[in-house]
Each structure stands twice: as C-alpha cells, then as structure tokens.
C-alpha cells in the first residue's frame, strides 16, 4: 500500500514545520499533497529536496488519501475535516475544534498513545493546545510515579502561537520602537515588544481566559480527569518557544533526586538541571528541537509532596507539527496505516 498524505494549511507556519519534519523523520509517505485555500493556489511548498504546489481545498479530492494532517485554524476544521473524513481519510487536527469532543481522541503519543485506536467514531483525531502538549508529557512520569493531585502553572508563550502576522508584529515594533515610532497593536491586545501580556485568548465569565480553560481541561481529558490545575498564561515578546513555571502537588512523596532519574527516562522528555553549572534551557536553546525540556527541579517548601520545575518546548514543533506526525506515527505502529515501508522512528 502507498501511504498518500495531505497537509491541510500547508502555507501557514505549522503547515511548514509539518513539511520539515515529515522530511527529517524519514516518514513512509509516498505521495504528499499541499492543500489550502484558494487564495494560495499554485504557492510552493518546501518538503525535503521537492517542492510542492498547493492545491485548492474546495477542489481536492480527498478520497485519494489515507492521513490528513490539518492546521488551518478551527472554524476551516469544523467544515473540512468531518467532509475529509467522510471522504475516507484519517484526520490528525491541531486546532481546537474537536479536542473536548468526546468522540474523538486527543492524543499525545508520549502519554497516551493507545487512544489512537479510538479515532473510528468520526475518523478524527484531534492534537492538544501548544502549551498542554509539552506540559503533559513531563507530568506523565510524575503521575505514574507518585500521582498528581494538583498543578499550579503559569507560561509565556511565544509570539509564534499566534501566527506569522503575531510574529510579524513582534518585528515590526521592535524594530520601530530603535527609531522612535510609535508601535501598533493588531494582533495583541496591547504592545507586544518588550512588554507582557497576561491574556492569550478571549476571557471567559469567571476571570480565565480559554487559554487557561484548555489547560485543564486537556490535561485532564489525556492525564487523568482527577487532576486539578490552574493556569495563568501569558504572551512574551520571544518569536519561538514556550515556557512555563510548574508546581506540582503529588500523592505521594518524591524526591528531587528521584523525579530527576524519572524525567531523565522518560520517553519525549530531555532533563538538563545543573543551575550551578549555568545549565538550564530557554526558548532559544530549544527551537527546532523536539523534545520537551525540563530545568530547575526542586522541592517546593509549601506544600506536602510538593515538587517545581521549568518547561520549555518548541511550540511548532512539539506544541503542535511534530505532535500531528509522532500520531501518524502511532497509527503505523498500531497498524492502522500501512504503508510500504512500515518502519518509523522509535
């Protein structure tokens, strides 16, 4: 069988990363399809030593596939991807459109990656916000370990999040800011260069914002709905690269030195904690890598089985492209998709 892939938003920045990555991962595609709206058709699309020409999605045939991985924004998702769907194709989607769906799997393969299986009740499988992907993956070995009862967090997440013309934004002040011109917010609520934003998304009734709202829930929905947690997000003037400060109250006690050696092991985690030695990672060590790293572990003094640590993560990449690959992954390795050469990374 040859696998065919479509990526849907193929000219946005997660449509380029999942080119990228498909191509450095040697995934088993043998026919790959850029797609997105009319307005970008016949733009070329980068993937490996090819280029690729977008194809109109209101003309595209998506019988042909077996996989679309789709990043076009929640409202494109809520029309396409039950029509891709119906057509034939699996849907891996990162948007928010179908996460709390209860019918469909929201999937970190690294945490969960056995509810890949239940993606038959609407052929969807749905990736999680940007900043719950990396969280969860380091909560995972904690909470099988010791069992988490509650996680206090707060991130600062890239401008990148919200799309190229955020990070255009970001450019565009900071450099007017050097020559005295008075900056423009479009895509923030406020300024964004050399300033902080303590909202990402649009406030609910009861003081959150979404964003804050889809931590909880999403952790709860891949971890364990047992968990409490509370988040306070907030925009930072960095173009890639999410940060959060977590503060984990656990079950049982664990020491530093022990949830060190669990995050060491774990599989989508890469612990670099030696704050003496000036080791411990920041937005800009971590773009274009794909793991989710973990700093600065410590008791938190508190609070009874209280742990903190530092997490940062490529928000392209794990947050959202890799994530959508590492899933059609999960399905070659549970046999859903069969492609003609069956290996893919461990």
């Known amino acids: 069988m040859a696998l065919r892939v479509g990526v849907v938003g193929a000219t946005g920045n997660v449509g380029r990363e999942l080119f990228s990555i498909m191509d450095e991962r040697d995934f088993p595609a043998d026919e790959v399809f850029a797609i997105a709206s009319r307005r970008s058709i016949g733009r070329k699309c980068s993937y490996g030593d090819k280029t690729l020409t977008c194809h109109d999605i209101e003309q595209f045939d998506f019988s042909k596939l077996d996989v679309v991985l789709m990043s076009a924004g929640g409202s494109v998702s809520k029309e396409w991807a039950p029509r891709i769907a119906a057509a034939g194709a699996i849907v891996i989607d990162n948007s928010s459109a179908w996460r709390m769906d209860p019918d469909v799997p929201l999937v970190v393969p690294e945490v969960n990656g056995e509810t890949v299986l239940d993606y038959g009740k609407k052929n969807i499988i749905a990736n999680p916000n940007c ?103 907030v925009r930072v003037p960095v173009f890639v690269g999410h940060s959060e400060a977590v503060s984990v109250e656990l079950e049982d006690q664990l020491s530093v030195e022990d949830a060190q050696e669990l995050f060491r092991n774990a599989d989508g985690v890469v612990l670099i904690d030696n704050p003496e030695e000036d080791q411990f990672v920041t937005p800009v060590e971590c773009a274009g890598e794909w793991a989710s790293y973990v700093s600065r572990v410590r008791r938190d003094p508190t609070t009874k089985n209280g742990l903190l640590f530092w997490n940062v993560s490529d928000n392209l990449r794990k947050g959202a492209a890799l994530n959508a690959v590492q899933i059609a992954e999960e399905l070659i390795r549970r046999s859903v998709l069969k492609p003609a050469i069956a290996s893919v990374p461990a």
């Open 131 to 233: 900043s719950t992907a990396q969280l969860v993956v380091a909560l995972k070995p904690l909470h099988a370990a010791a069992g988490i009862k509650r996680v206090v967090v707060s991130t600062y997440q890239s401008v990148s999040g919200a799309g190229k013309a955020a990070m255009d934004e970001l450019w565009t002040q900071t450099k007017g800011l050097y020559v005295n011109d008075t900056p423009t917010a479009q895509e923030f609520s406020r300024q964004i260069a050399f300033n902080v934003i303590p909202q990402i998304d649009v406030f609910m009734e009861d003081g959150f914002t979404k964003e804050e709202w889809k931590m909880r829930v999403e952790t709860q929905k891949i971890v364990d709905p047992a968990i409490e947690l509370v988040a306070t997000c």
